[in-house]
């Protein structure tokens, strides 16, 4: 049986047909923030109830790379190279150092503690754009219990020379995935409310960017089964989000493209391999990879 789902012939553009669904490795708790490093041909992601981060290489397979790792979420590659996480733990996020050290970017917003940072990205001028949803402080299975401090959720940025984190989204119940456009002109959003809300639309939004400041928000697609939440944008502007049944692609312009069977609750994704050209894809208990037509925005 096919692992693909065509909606729309351009799909198939996208798309192995003959790439099999791999399984790189299992018996994880919650896999969660796949970011590929291709200076270590590397692939490291989160297993967040077991509070350990993991790390792939073709070579080696799956290890442990940092235990205790403060329940991290979301992890992204800066321009210089380093890893840049969400911790549930700390409700802050960080900067891994290429000493190794760990440098605290935020953790706080106007005076009072972050929910729990849960994805991030980095633009091209350098900032930093985080969600901050409050699943890692519900309960103690991804973090600490705790109230949260903020009056809303919302959608931070951190300026490119560091600083106070300025909040740029709200009117979200749970954002959570984030991904730029190739052109970084456009910011796509999760909205995973409907985890623990059913009345909250399972949908993605897109703001439009220009220096800095955030646009009016608009709904770009809806994802069933739902809810959302990681996503990636390829080179060519294609939005290739998570969802329950598997992995959805949607085009530039909102239709549902396809969609990428997955025999288990998808997390979060991203492109890395030798060439690029990989699909990783973090799905409750395991690790998956399919080959594709498609690559990471430069």
Avoid at 50 to 59: A, C, I, L, S
Avoid at 242 to 268: C, K, W, Y
Wanted: hydrophobic residues 35%; charged residues 20%; negative net charge.
């Amino acid at each position: 049986m096919s692992i693909y789902e065509v909606h729309d012939p351009r799909f198939r553009a996208l798309i192995q047909t003959s790439a099999r669904l791999e399984v790189l490795g299992t018996g994880l708790r919650w896999a969660e923030g796949p970011v590929w490093f291709p200076a270590h041909q590397a692939l490291y992601f989160s297993d967040i109830p077991n509070d350990r981060m993991m790390r792939w290489t073709e070579g080696t397979g799956l290890s442990v790379f940092r235990a205790p790792a403060g329940y991290t979420n979301g992890h992204t590659r800066d321009r210089e190279g380093r890893l840049v996480s969400c911790s549930h733990g700390t409700r802050s996020v960080q900067r891994t150092e290429h000493d190794g050290t760990v440098t605290t970017l935020a953790a706080s917003h106007g005076g009072r503690r972050l929910n729990s940072p849960n994805d991030v990205v980095v633009a091209r001028d350098g900032a930093v754009w985080f969600s901050d949803p409050t699943y890692g402080i519900l309960s103690d299975y991804e973090g600490y219990e705790a109230p949260p401090e903020q009056d809303t959720t919302a959608v931070y940025r951190i300026p490119p020379g560091g600083g106070e984190p300025e909040r740029v989204i709200t009117g979200f119940a749970q954002p959570n995935g984030l991904a730029f456009s190739p052109d970084g002109r456009r910011l796509y959003v999760a909205e995973s409310g409907s985890s623990h809300d059913p009345d909250v639309p399972p949908v993605l939004r897109v703001f439009d960017v220009e220096g800095g400041r955030v646009g009016p928000g608009r709904d770009f697609a809806r994802v069933e089964p739902g809810p959302p939440d990681g996503l990636r944008v390829d080179a060519k502007g294609h939005v290739w989000c998570s969802a329950a049944d598997g992995v959805q692609v949607f085009h530039p312009d909102g239709m549902l493209l396809g969609r990428i069977r997955v025999p288990e609750t998808v997390a979060n994704l991203c492109f890395g391999g030798l060439r690029g050209n990989r699909l990783f894809i973090t799905a409750t208990t395991s690790l998956y990879a399919v080959f594709v037509n498609a690559l990471a925005p430069d």
